[in-house]
């Protein structure tokens, strides 16, 4: 997908200086013929110019979501991306449907509005087992909201209406909508919370992502979702073990569809909660890919990554080219 570099051709070489003396009418006409030359040659330059903005705008109509520099390993794996982050705490008094949470933003708007994710913890745990998320994805260019949930009992079904109400406050009430395009929404989420994820995707088509991390739900078919959808499970999970939740949920998913199963190695139920390089990397990719729409991204998901120290297995197809 990547294009070859295009060397520009070289331009004549200079004819040297002539020796002899020259006349009047030689000067003169010697000058006419170098301010012709050089008219020739600004003429070209400003041409070239707007070649490339030509070429600059075309690309960012193309792919208007496109948000910060562009990728690479060595940022996609760091601790932090390009953008500065600040927060804002959401009580639970002030929202209904879910129970509150931290809004990581990008602080600068010169970038205009960004996607946004809900990121949902799992069962008898708080926002702070899922916040490294936080500032993680929002130095990447997203709005994230890591959320309490209204119990810490709470089931799937019922974490999946919490990440959707959760996403409807941050567009339509809270203090940061205005920096949010809300055609471009994710969710993500732990355990329960992963499984709240599916049930989210299930339950609003319109979502461009959903994550879940070592998700557990009863229900292990999901043939209804339509969002393009990265599963991530763990070759040691012994609450949700991939053969009975993740691997099965990723087979149920339609073949049509944009998706990936990562298992990752050496890992338990409760690596989701600790900062993971490998996590982060691929989750960036695919909401880079699928929220921004934002294809300089594809060349971390295809080819498929292939088995390392990090990852047990990983399937999937490339992304759809839409």
Known sequence: MQQPNRALPAGPEPSPRRPHRLTGRLVRAGLAVLLAAGGLVAAQATGAGAVTTR?????????????????????????????????????????????????????????????????????????????????????????VFTIDTLTTLDQPDSRGRQLLAALDYLTQTSSVRSRIDSSRLGVMGHSMGGGGTLEAAKSRPSLQAA????????????????????IVGADGDTIAPVATHSEPFYASLPSTLDK???????????????????????????????????????????????????????????????
Not at 77 to 95: D, H, I, N, Q, R
Not at 112 to 117: L, M, Q, R
Not at 211 to 229: M, V, Y
């Open 55 to 143: 070429t600059v705008s075309a690309q960012a109509a193309a792919n208007p979501y496109e948000r910060g520099p562009a990728p690479t390993v060595a940022s996609i794996e760091a601790t932090t991306g390009p953008y500065a982050v600040s927060t804002s705490s959401v009580s639970a008094l002030s929202v209904s449907g879910f129970g509150g949470g931290t809004i990581y933003y990008p602080t600068s708007t010169a970038d205009g509005t960004f996607g946004a994710v809900a990121v949902s913890p799992g069962y008898t745990a708080y926002q702070s087992s899922i916040a490294w998320l936080g500032p993680r994805l929002a130095s990447q260019g997203f709005v």
């Open 211 to 230: 994550i879940p991390l070592t998700a557990w739900n009863l229900d292990t078919t999901w043939p209804e979702i339509k969002t393009p959808t990265l």
């Open 260 to 322: 990936a199963y990562l298992e990752l190695r050496g890992a338990t139920h409760f690596t989701p909660n600790s900062s993971n390089t490998t996590i982060a990397k691929y989750s960036i990719s695919w909401l880079k890919r699928f929220i921004d729409n934002d294809t300089r991204y594809e060349q971390f998901l295809c080819p498929l990554p292939q088995a390392s120290l990090t990852i047990a297995e990983y399937r999937g197809n490339c992304p759809h080219t839409s």
